[in-house]
C-alpha cells in the first residue's frame, strides 16, 4: 500500500479563521513532509519532519505551524492565512529523509482558498 | 541555492513518437534522482528512479550522466495518456534545506 491519505480534499476559510490539514501514511515512513504548489510551478518544500522531529522549516511564516503527533500523521495548522495563501498543500512521505529510500509518495492535496 | 533546471516546454509529440527531455543538475554531490509526472491539478506521481547504470520501465528509460550532471527520461511509442509534466528531483547527500530540489518541469502534451 503506497498511499498516502490527505484531509480536507477542499478548504475554503477566511483570514482570522483557524483549521488544520491532515495527512496519514501507513507505510511505515520515518520522513513526511509538507509542499504548497501554485498554479504551473513545481511544489516547493515547506517542512520536513524525520523521525517525528522538525527537521527543515523552509524559512515559514508562523501562520503555518506543523505537528507531527505520531509516525503515522502529519498536521498543518493554519491561523491569520493570507489571500496569497491560497494553493495546493501536498504532503509526501518518505522511508527517510538523511539516508537512502527517498522515493517520496504523494497525497492527493488539499486545494485551499483564503478569502 | 542548487539548481536543477528543465525545458519546460511544452513539447508537442504526435501518438506513437519517442520523445526525450533532459534535466541538469548544478552540484555533484547528489545522491539521488527521480522523475515524477504529474497530470493537471493532481498530486505528482513517481515515475522512476534513476540508476547511475540506467534504467527501464516499459517504454520509459532513464538515464544518469554523472559527468555532464544530467539526467534523461526517454518515452518510446507515446501514448496520449503519457500527457503531463514530467518533474525531475534531486536529492543532495545530507539533511539540509538544499537536500531535495525539484525542476520547474517538462510539459508534454501528446497529440493524436
Known amino acids: 500500500d503506497t498511499e498516502v491519505t490527505q484531509t480536507p480534499k477542499h478548504l475554503v476559510m477566511g483570514m482570522t479563521n483557524k483549521k488544520s490539514l491532515k495527512c496519514e501514511q501507513h507505510?511505515?515512513?520515518?520522513?513526511m513532509y509538507w509542499y504548497k504548489q501554485k498554479a504551473k510551478k513545481p511544489p516547493e518544500l515547506m517542512f520536513v519532519y524525520s523521525y517525528e522531529k522538525l527537521s527543515i522549516n523552509e524559512s515559514v511564516p508562523s501562520r503555518f505551524s506543523p505537528e507531527c503527533p505520531n509516525s503515522s500523521l502529519l498536521n498543518l495548522h493554519l491561523h491569520a492565512l493570507q489571500p496569497e495563501d491560497s494553493a495546493l498543500y501536498l504532503c509526501?512521505?518518505?522511508?527517510?529523509?538523511?539516508?537512502?529510500?527517498?522515493?517520496?509518495?504523494f497525497g492527493p492535496g488539499t486545494r485551499l482558498t483564503v478569502t | 541555492r542548487k539548481e536543477v533546471e528543465q525545458d519546460p516546454g511544452p513539447f508537442n509529440v504526435p501518438e506513437g513518437a519517442t520523445v526525450a527531455f533532459n534535466c541538469t543538475y548544478s552540484?555533484?554531490?547528489?545522491?539521488?534522482f527521480f522523475w515524477y509526472r504529474q497530470d493537471c491539478r493532481k498530486e505528482p506521481k513517481l515515475l522512476m528512479s534513476v540508476y547511475s547504470s540506467g534504467n527501464e520501465d516499459g517504454r520509459f528509460t532513464a538515464q544518469l550522466n554523472r559527468a555532464s550532471q544530467y539526467i534523461s527520461l526517454l518515452i518510446r511509442d507515446s501514448k496520449l495518456s503519457d500527457s503531463a509534466t514530467y518533474l525531475c528531483v534531486v536529492k543532495y547527500r545530507g539533511g539540509g534545506a538544499d537536500g531535495l530540489t525539484f525542476g520547474k518541469g517538462t510539459h508534454l502534451i501528446i497529440q493524436p
Open positions: 552540484n555533484s554531490a547528489s545522491q539521488s
Open positions: 507505510m511505515g515512513h520515518r520522513a
Open positions: 509526501a512521505s518518505s522511508q527517510d529523509w538523511t539516508s537512502g529510500g527517498h522515493e517520496q509518495y
